[in-house]
């Protein structure tokens, strides 16, 4: 159901409940100033998308009941996708791909396409529309009680986005913005995770199965950005000496054939849907 047509089905609810939620992310719980306070409680008045009791909760989508959320992380073609389609079989999981048909198609626009031939001009063009579709993606309600998303709102910020401005590719400005909104909308809008699945796979392997799966944006992908995204990736979930981990982490090796790695996939079952197990 698209971000609108929510709108109006909360709406709708909330004429005769409301739900909430307290702000608990990773066991803790997120105090929002007052200023946000405000600027909830005139949003849950006005269209009742939202709603908030106290200063010290955040958003939650009204009538979402608690639901367990995975997110399969890791490099370009690493194999998230095989993998979620694997998981698709499954009954009670519910899968979510990444938005990049919205990517490659905004209105006639290819925001992805236009990124990789000029980085510094469309850049921030991009992040901006995969922040604001990882966001519907993270919001989205599901019937199933399991939801495995691929990627999430936090490794387009603390990888890619990252990896542009290391690089050089995007202007200190743009990156200043997309920094302000990604730190709004993670400290007021619950978007709880409850485990994180890397893919764990060198930058060659992903550059072969990245140019078998032959995507035209791809094409002028060089190995060194695969191994830009990699040690990015290592930084965060293995290393964890960069930023914040949203859940625990999951590694899965993700270099073997196809055969193994549905294996593997199938070893790592139970250890996935208890996620907060692990
Ligand atoms: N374990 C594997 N061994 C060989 N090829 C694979 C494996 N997993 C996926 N592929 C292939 O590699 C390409 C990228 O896989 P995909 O699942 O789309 O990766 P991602 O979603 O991480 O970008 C696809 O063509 C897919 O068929
Ligand atoms: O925040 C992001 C997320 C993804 N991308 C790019 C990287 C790839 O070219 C595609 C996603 O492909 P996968 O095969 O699912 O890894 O989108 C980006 O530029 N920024």
Known sequence: MSFTGRCIKSWWRSATRIYT????????????????????Q?????????????????????????????????????????????????????????????????????PLGLMYQDPTRWAMTLQTYVQLTMLDRHLSTTSAPVRMMERSIYSAKYIFVENLYRSGKMPEVDFAVLSEW?????????????????????????????????????KVVPLEYLEAIHQLYEDWLIKKTSFSIPAPVLVIPADQDLKKMLHHYEENREKILAARNV
Request: glycine share 4%; aromatic share 8%.
């Open 182 to 218: 990604f730190e709004w909308i993670t400290q007021n809008i619950n978007l709880p995770v409850d485990l994180i699945v890397y893919l764990q796979s060198s930058p060659q392997i992903c550059q072969q199965r990245m140019r078998e799966r032959c995507r035209e944006e791809e």
């Open 21 to 40: 939620q307290p702000a608990v992310t990773s066991g803790r719980l997120v105090n929002v100033g007052d200023k946000s306070e405000a600027l909830f």
């Open 42 to 110: 005139t949003r849950a008045y006005s269209n009742n998308c939202y709603s908030t009791q106290h200063a010290s909760r955040k958003l939650v989508w009204n009538g979402e009941e608690k639901k367990l959320v995975i997110c399969i992380e890791g490099n370009i073609a690493s194999g998230k996708t095989t993998c979620l389609e694997y998981f698709s079989r499954t009954s009670n999981i519910e899968v979510l791909t990444e938005p990049i048909s919205k990517w490659r198609n905004v209105r006639g626009h290819n």
